[in-house]
């Protein structure tokens, strides 16, 4: 087992291309979280993040999609939602992981990933 860990900053810039869903964003540098098991997430400068798979309805319980400190977690989750390289479940478990990780306290980082888990993609 290992400890948790981001690895690289978080920089992110509106997308300005072709776009699908309001409000994408665009990965200006790889970002990864490794978890306990020590698997790596990795997300690659130029991926499209959508912030779309927080439910609209819990949006205004919990916050946006692009709000501090889950904002790593979230775009984590969307970069691997969107390729479903891995399972959904633990897709998931990364995205509450990532959120404890980065100091989200438990009660909110359970709701958040409940909304997901609830309201989310699903593959």
């Not at 501090?68 to 984590?76: D, W």
């Not at 479903?84 to 633990?90: A, E, Y």
């Not at 897709?91 to 990933?113: H, L, Q, R």
Request: charged share 20%; hydrophobic share 40%; proline share 3%.
């Amino acid at each position: 087992m290992t400890d948790a860990r981001f690895v690289g900053v978080l920089d992110l810039s509106s997308y300005k291309g072709p776009s699908t869903t309001l409000g994408e964003m665009v990965l200006n540098q790889d970002f990864a979280f490794i978890d306990y098991r020590g698997l790596r997430w990795d997300a690659h400068k130029g991926d499209i993040i959508g912030g779309a798979h927080i439910p609209q309805i819990f949006k205004s319980i919990i916050g946006g999609s692009y709000q501090s400190p889950y904002l790593g977690a979230a775009v984590l989750h969307d970069v691997w939602c969107r390729s479903m390289k891995r399972s959904l479940q633990d897709t998931d478990e990364m995205f509450y992981e990532a959120m404890i990780t980065n100091g989200v306290n438990f009660i909110k980082a359970y709701a958040m990933w409940s909304a997901v888990y609830v309201g989310g993609p699903h593959w």
